[in-house]
Nanobody
Framework: VQLQASGGGLVQAGGSLRLSCAASGRTFVKYIMGWFRQAPGKEREFVARISRNGGGTSYADSVKGRFTISRDNAKNTVYLQMNSLKPEDTAIYYC???????????????WGQGTQVTVSS
């Protein structure tokens, strides 16, 4: 599967952005989808994931209550709605897919190219 992330940009603290990740190739509904981020000088970290049918979600504590992950299997797209953004949310955001039957998946096999999110104070 090929993943294409978009929707990043520059926003002021307290603002919102919605990231999208479009998938092509193999059947999208087979995949658990996740969002990760990597800030300058830091390791990549988990942000959120969503189950195949969208009924299950999980979030990092740092974004819980502010970010919402969703998916539209008819459009082969997963979204990350980010509200109440903070400067510490500044990072490159990556989407990823996992075909594993485990929840959470042990690893993500495919990754998108990333989209930059910058939150100014």
């Amino acid at each position: 599967v090929q993943l294409q992330a978009s929707g990043g940009g520059l926003v002021q603290a307290g603002g919102s952005l919605r990231l999208s990740c479009a998938a092509s190739g193999r059947t999208f509904v087979k995949y658990i989808m996740g969002w990760f981020r990597q800030a300058p000088g830091k390791e990549r970290e988990f942000v959120a994931r969503i189950s195949r049918n969208g009924g299950g979600t999980s979030y990092a504590d740092s974004v819980k209550g502010r970010f919402t992950i969703s998916r539209d299997n008819a459009k082969n797209t997963v979204y990350l709605q980010m509200n109440s953004l903070k400067p510490e949310d500044t990072a490159i955001y990556y989407c990823a897919s996992a075909e594993s039957l485990s929840w959470p998946p042990p690893r993500y096999e495919y990754w998108g190219q990333g989209t930059q999110v910058t939150v100014s104070s």
